[in-house]
């Protein structure tokens, strides 16, 4: 496989998640959030079924390969959506993209740290790219007036606003490092293998919980169109996506794939546009331009 398949791997499995993330908004409304988790990773895991079986060339899994598996599934998958989903709860949506706009310089560090990447001059310029243009569009986000919070909420908020920040660093850590671990992965598996195994660690984690919200739930009122749905993010989220990832990590150095992840603000800002009726402004399509150029640095050839 060549680098130029590598990139367009890795950009498609991240606008792939911005599709998702746009699309999920009505499942969220349909289905509290463990029992969203607990159901995709079901699905996605009879999906994967086949890619369980190890391969007849592939040696047997060492006990570090192993606990490698159990970290990129932990951190990548259940204590991620658990930073993410209270940390966004705690404080706002703008403070939220600028924290998790860091996602590109995390995993330069760690790739530099854990995986002695060498990172060129032009890389890290790509990397601010990056960063300034998921910035530039978390803060041209418009913010519900601050009135619609009064009293006892406006007071709660404020106070878990430290809390809500540092569960969203902590979101941004468990991203950068499903980053260099899957790197350190794909040397090891091939990505249908990483996406099987780290997929039935996320179902056993979450497990649990989705049990305990399906115990009182009431399956009968969701809409056949929200099972369709659930269908399609099942695979995206825990099919499709990982496994281009992967398949891209093989070919590229961690830190150069982490700037893809700006496709994901930007695939999720088009899916707004064109499928749930939002607007873009002036001044987020040139953030998109800033974010696209960090892209382009990371991608075209070295003379």
Same mark, same amino acid.
């Given at each position: 496989?060549?680098?130029?398949?590598?990139?367009?791997?890795?950009?498609?499995?991240?606008?792939?998640?911005?599709?998702?993330?746009?699309?999920?908004?009505?499942?969220?409304?349909?289905?509290?959030?463990?029992?969203?988790?607990?159901?995709?990773?079901?699905?996605?895991?009879?999906?994967?079924?086949?890619?369980?079986?190890?391969?007849?060339?592939?040696?047997?899994?060492?006990?570090?390969?192993?606990?490698?598996?159990?970290?990129?599934?932990?951190l990548g998958n259940f204590l991620f959506s658990i930073c993410m989903l209270f940390g966004v709860s705690m404080t706002s949506a703008v403070a939220a993209g &600028?924290?998790?706009?860091?996602?590109?310089? %995390? #995993? @330069?560090?760690? =790739? *530099? /740290?854990? !995986?002695?990447?060498?990172?060129? $001059?032009?890389?890290?310029?790509?990397?601010?790219?990056?960063?300034?243009?998921?910035?530039?569009?978390?803060?041209?986000?418009?913010?519900?007036?601050?009135?619609?919070?009064?009293?006892?909420?406006?007071?709660?908020?404020?106070?878990?606003?430290?809390?809500?920040?540092?569960?969203?660093?902590?979101?941004?850590?468990?991203?950068?490092?499903?980053?260099?671990?899957?790197?350190?992965?794909?040397?090891?598996?091939?990505?249908?293998?990483?996406?099987?195994?780290?997929?039935?660690?996320?179902?056993?984690?979450?497990?649990?919980?989705?049990?305990? &919200?399906?115990?009182?739930?009431?399956?009968? %009122? #969701? @809409?056949?169109? =929200? *099972? /369709?749905? !659930?269908?399609?993010?099942?695979? $995206?989220?825990?099919?499709?996506?990982?496994?281009?990832?992967?398949?891209?990590?093989?070919?590229?150095?961690?830190?150069?794939?982490?700037?893809?992840?700006?496709?994901?603000?930007?695939?999720?800002?088009?899916?707004?546009?064109?499928?749930?009726?939002?607007?873009?402004?002036?001044?987020?399509?040139?953030?998109?331009?800033?974010?696209?150029?960090?892209?382009?640095?990371?991608?075209?050839?070295?003379?």
């Amino acid at each position: 496989m060549n680098r130029i398949v590598a990139y367009a791997c890795l950009a498609l499995g991240m606008s792939l998640v911005g599709a998702y993330v746009a699309l999920s908004k009505p499942l969220v409304a349909a289905l509290p959030v463990f029992l969203l988790a607990w159901l995709r990773f079901g699905i996605g895991g009879l999906a994967m079924l086949h890619w369980l079986k190890k391969p007849a060339d592939e040696p047997p899994m060492t006990a570090q390969t192993r606990k490698l598996v159990f970290l990129e599934s932990f951190l990548g998958n259940f204590l991620f959506s658990i930073c993410m989903l209270f940390g966004v709860s705690m404080t706002s949506a703008v403070a939220a993209g &600028v924290i998790m706009a860091s996602i590109p310089a %995390a #995993v @330069a560090l760690m =790739s *530099w /740290l854990f !995986l002695r990447e060498r990172i060129s $001059a032009r890389v890290w310029c790509a990397v601010a790219c990056a960063v300034a243009g998921i910035t530039l569009v978390s803060l041209s986000k418009n913010e519900l007036p601050a009135q619609i919070n009064q009293g006892l909420e406006a007071n709660l908020a404020s106070r878990n606003a430290w809390l809500g920040h540092l569960l969203l660093i902590g979101a941004v850590l468990c991203e950068a490092a499903y980053a260099v671990i899957g790197k350190k992965l794909t040397g090891a598996l091939s990505p249908k293998r990483i996406t099987a195994l780290i997929n039935l660690w996320g179902f056993a984690l979450v497990t649990p919980l989705g049990l305990w &919200v399906a115990w009182d739930f009431d399956f009968s %009122a #969701v @809409a056949a169109s =929200s *099972w /369709l749905l !659930l269908v399609f993010y099942a695979l $995206a989220a825990s099919v499709w996506t990982v496994w281009l990832w992967m398949t891209g990590l093989k070919r590229v150095p961690a830190n150069q794939a982490g700037v893809f992840t700006v496709m994901l603000p930007i695939s999720a800002a088009l899916v707004g546009t064109l499928v749930l009726g939002e607007t873009l402004g002036g001044a987020q399509l040139g953030a998109f331009a800033v974010a696209l150029v960090g892209v382009a640095l990371a991608t075209l050839p070295q003379k």
